[in-house]
């Protein structure tokens, strides 16, 4: 005891010379040199050397020696480790330690204008000026959660806005902050997450993606002009050749999109996943990015209650089973990557995470590099910590083991030289086997449990077993027994004795009062308990996990849809083109494309499907769709919001791909809502499930771009707070377009006029400031981006059209365009299409004179005409949507199907690919089991470029699969809780359904 407290003042002492460097000292200066030699230890110098019985040295806040013959210097303090392990400690480079906590108080109503006082930037989600350092103060209590973990170090940054400002990398010691800072400026740090900033922009995913796009586009400008003074794009330009980190947590899809948002800048960005990499692992390794990657593994789901199983999406439970396998996916597949305690709520299961992501396939040097040497690396600090050499900071643990298992101890954890002392170093582990000799008597002793509570047990004989009252102090040992085998003693026996290196001494009082000695001698290890054989496996026994699916929801496929070579005998084939209908007609799909139509064809190898008695038409396409959007379909946020685009935020996970698939939906635009009167840019995609957003979307097709007219983006009906945003009237929505259009013009004239300077004039001139908003509006003025618009009530069609006409362009297309009927001719004058609803009206104000003949009389006027859905579950049945403009108008049978197939081809300007059944367009057909335009007809395969992506005769077996899987994870769920293990109650898992009106309010929170 007295040699602890020794050490414990020689210690302090040590952190006294530390602070005496900088500050005055209050008292006796100690100069004493605060070297301490670890003998007799597993030294492991970084992730591949290990070098046993190995010593370390450190002097102050260095190392001066690792290896194997070290010599220990003169006055150097001792520990022997017995054999111990010595690790670097860890490095975590996702915190916010010793950081103020974010506010954020919203007003009563919409917040157009930036709150932070000073000449920063026009948004408050851009906190490029944000320095970790200066605002960094030492967090003790945070940094001791971290420290018994087995951190030595964080690079601490603030997790509040779009762009987040620079990171601090720091040691969690206790001393001034000047002296635990290591790096002052190691990190650059984005997110899509605009944080505490109550300002409306950006209200959208797509709108936090814009913002940092022209974020970066005004740095760059800003470099080279002299008009004005931008703090945040100054710090902005003074980061950008700092480590650039990018959070996209929240959705494996977000990696994809900030990796696309770097390639368009040059940026390479260190990227900050969720623990679902695996789910699109092709993908995310095709980034060539470095992951930090959280391994907050769920727990099990109670599933005992089978109405709360159904509360569990099949997609949770999958998950459940392959999060640990995250690592070990991202292993095999050669990807870099960063190991994060972020996002667990008990820092102490750290250990008890990995050892699970091990027990499935991680290699235990990959962890431990994972936690060292690549963090270390990436920040530029490798010299410094992440491994055991001379000349590094002495930050290492003292273990008993792998740090890598839960029952490993973490005995120390030293920060640049300084002792944080967790578990007593002197500790030992007594379980097993002992002869035990009491004066004359000899007894088996066995010792289990844990070592700081062990139970001792007296075996006399083969039968008789006696406990023994024992109490463990350290190094010193107190027991009492009454023997039962009387033949030998009688009477209770007391025993006090000392802990050795190879058993127990001591003397004992025996019950005739008289002293002895007695001795315990370790003779081996305890029997380990015999595993269950084969075939006695419980309900908690792990079976096989299940495979990959694409994408990682309920109908996911284990393997990609590939196109084929499909040969469709005999079927009534919809042309949608001047053929008309071809009875017991062939038709040849091969390599995607559409490459014969006629009777009695063949083909070698093909696969062959008899069309006898089913209908065989072009593939549905849906104009106006709202589906595989993340994180809102409205920017709302401003009246012109042309620099966002849905392409950004195309969720290729998104359960109504599959379900309208089922409908015979093969192409889709995908359009920003009708929040605002110049809205976002489109998507244009293919229903590819299973693909990755990039896949999914059509290359080479057309831009497009949403307006919008009517109540929603004069904000009728937002409530009585939304009275500041313009427009508040209808003739204020023309004040916008006119503005828009106005300032365009003005913009390209700037461009134009720079860009006929010459070379020598350029270099004396400043480029003029490029707006994404501008430049989108531009597109449209050239012919080079077109317009689809919402839009309801005549008057406001005349209007736009004229604004067009002003300004020398055409709009493409009004959609909804519930009073087209009234303005049909002028529609047609114009070169404008209608994509509208069958037969909806009277849903609010504006749609009052709505009537469902209107598909019909702008058909009758050579309009074309589409039908399209707004909706996700409308976007299922366009086919009857279509039919019904046979009821209302006696539209005829082929002109009806053709406003879902070749005319909204037209309106998307994709007619010359799809839309019909014609050799040489895309193979995008769908086979029918009845007259297409039936209520009872089905979609049994829908078919994108030869693929088959639906199909009806599997879908009994695939929802069996899902039943069975589902089967399979629970009862692997009911093993974890039978098994005492931590469950977690299911929670119904939502989806908002977009719609063109559809406003969040915090898009951070949604997928």
Known sequence: MIKKILLACMCLAVFSLKAQDTYQVNGVKDERPGIHAFTNAVLHVDYQTVIPNATLIIEKSKITAAGDGVNIPKGAIVHDLMG???????????????????????????????????????????????????????????????????????????????????????????????????????????????????????????????????????????????????????????????????????????????????DEFGVQYIIKGNGDEYQRLAEIKNTNATLIIPVNFPAAYDVEDPLDAINVSYESMKHWEMAPYNLKKLQDAGVEFIITSDGLKDLS???????????????????LKALTFTPAKTIGMESKVGSLKKGMLANFIITDGSPFKKDTKIFENWVQGNINSYKDISEKDLNGKYDLTIGKLDFKLQISGKPTKPDFHIIENDSVKTDVKSSVDKTLVTLSFEPKDTVNATGKIRLSGWITENGLNGKAEMADGSWVEWSAKRTGDLEKKEEKKEDEKSAGDKEEPGKLIYPFVAHGLPEKPTSETILIKNATVWTSEADGVLEATDVLLQNGKIAKIGKNLSASGARVIDGTGKHLTPGVIDEHSHIAISRGVNEGSE?????????????????????????????????????????????????????????????????????????????????????????????GVEGVFEDAFT?????????????????KEKANASAPRRNLEMETIVEILNGKRFISCHSYVQSE??????????????????????????????????????????????????????????????????????????????????????????????????????????????????????????VGKDADVVLWTDHPLSIYAKAEKTIIEGAVFYDLDKETEILAGIQSERARLIREMQGDKKNGKATQKGKPKSQIIYHCETEIENYSSLK
């Open 349 to 367: 299961k750290l250990s008890e995470m990995l050892e699970k992501a091990i027990e499935v396939g991680l290699k235990e040097e990959l962890a």
């Open 743 to 759: 300032r365009a013009l003005a913009y390209e004239k700037e461009w134009k006029t720079y860009n006929s300077l010459s070379k």
């Open 84 to 262: 111990k392990h010595i690790y670097p400690s860890f490095i975590e480079l996702s915190s916010d330690l010793g950081l103020p906590d974010k506010e954020s108080s919203r007003g009563a109503g919409p917040q157009l204008a930036p709150t932070t006082k000073g000449a920063y930037n026009a948004n408050d989600a851009i906190k490029a000026y944000y320095d970790a350092a200066s605002h960094f103060t030492v967090n003790t209590k945070d940094a001791e959660k971290l420290k018994k973990a087995g951190f030595g170090a964080v690079l601490t940054h603030s997790k509040d806005g779009l762009v987040r400002g620079t990171g601090a990398f720091v040691a969690l010691g206790t001393e001034a902050e000047n002296l635990e800072i290591l790096k002052e400026r190691a990190s650059s740090h984005f997110s899509f997450d605009k944080g505490s900033s109550t300002q409306d922009n950006p209200s959208s995913l797509m709108g936090a993606i814009a913002l940092i796009k022209q974020t970066y586009l005004d740095a760059d400008w800003y470099k080279n002009q002299n008009k004005m003074v931008d703090l945040s794009l100054e710090a902005f330009n003074n980061n950008k050749n700092l480590t650039q980190f990018f959070d996209a947590g929240g959705d494996k899809l977000n990696i994809l999109r900030a990796d696309k948002l770097g």
């Open 797 to 918: 069609i005349n209007m736009l059209m004229h604004v067009a006409n002003r300004y020398n362009f055409k709009i493409n297309t009004f959609t909804h365009i519930l009073e087209g009927y009234k303005v049909a001719d002028k529609m047609k004058e114009h070169g404008v299409g209608g994509s509208t609803f069958a037969d909806w009206w009277a849903y609010k104000f504006e749609v009052n004179d709505a009537i469902p003949y209107n598909a019909a009389l702008m058909h009758g006027q050579g309009v074309v005409t589409a039908i399209n859905s707004d909706d996700a579950e409308m976007g299922r049945r366009l086919n009857q949507e279509a039919a019904k403009t046979i009821k209302y108008g006696d539209v005829e049978e082929q002109e009806a199907l053709k406003m879902v197939t070749i005319n909204p081809a037209k309106l998307l300007h994709l007619d010359n690919r799809t839309g019909s059944i014609k």
């Open 639 to 731: 009246a012109v919001t042309a620099e966002v685009n849905i392409e950004d935020v195309v969720d290729s996970d998104d359960i109504n791909i599959y379900r309208q698939l089922s409908g015979g939906v093969t192409s889709a635009q995908l359009l920003h809502g009708s929040a605002n009167p110049i809205g976002g840019r489109s998507a244009i995609i293919k229903l590819k499930w299973g693909y990755g957003p990039e896949e999914l979307k059509i290359k080479g097709a057309d831009k497009f771009i949403k307006f919008a007219l009517g109540e929603n983006v004069k904000q009728s009906n937002w409530g009585d707070r939304n009275t500041v945003r313009f427009p508040q009237t209808r003739m």
